[in-house]
């Protein structure tokens, strides 16, 4: 009688053990996601600001400069902003700027996202809803450069020619980065 209440036991305990596993599995698995589609989101912002920061005006030639049968060249004037070449550089520092933002937990549902934590303009900002974990940035940056590196041409045609809900077109829609990004508000990353 003993032994089978101490093997109940055990068996209770193992179970709760594998239970137990499972939450941490999938807490860590929800961690994951959230860094990566935050990094997403944040990637996309710093992307955008960058590509504002450009003169509109500026324009750059592309094709071929190799002369046609018929005498024409395929040369065509782009904004120098959504260049591939502008965006390539853009792309090769945007992840250094992920040192930039601090996680937030959402109270109520306990996923986190990232917020800008030093502002562009050197004005004082909020810092009461966000946590600066080194840590963190750390995960952000990593996440970051991973996306760069798999996405790079899904990145580059998004800039491009999209210009309207990037961060939910590639995010979301377009990577998988961000399964919950419709739960999310906007100018949330």
């Known amino acids: 009688m003993f032994r089978r209440k101490m093997r ?3 068996l209770l305990l193992a179970s709760w053990g594998v239970v137990c596993f499972l939450l941490s599995c ?3 698995a929800r961690q994951g996601q959230d860094i990566r589609c935050g990094a997403c989101r944040a990637l996309v912002d710093e992307m955008e600001w960058a590509i504002s920061q450009v003169d509109p005006k500026k324009m750059i030639q592309t094709g071929s400069f ?9 040369i065509r004037e782009v904004p120098l902003a959504r260049s591939e070449g502008n965006l390539l550089d853009l792309m090769e520092s945007v992840c250094e700027r992920m040192e930039d933002y601090g996680e937030h937990t ?3 549902t306990n996923r986190k996202s990232y917020i800008r934590i030093k502002s562009r303009s050197g004005e004082a900002m909020d ?3 966000a946590t600066l974990d080194s840590r963190v940035t750390a995960s952000l940056k990593f ?3 991973t996306i760069v590196e798999q996405h790079e041409d899904e990145v580059i045609e998004f800039f491009a020619h999209e210009t309207d809900n990037v961060k939910d077109k590639l995010c979301s829609k377009r990577t998988d980065l961000c399964d919950h990004a419709l739960e999310m508000p906007r100018d949330e990353l």
């Open 106 to 108: 959402d109270a109520s």
């Open 8 to 10: 109940e036991g055990a």
């Open 143 to 145: 996440a970051c450069e």
């Open 66 to 74: 190799r002369i046609n049968p018929d005498g024409s060249q395929s």
């Open 26 to 28: 999938s807490q860590a």
């Open 127 to 129: 810092l009461s809803e």
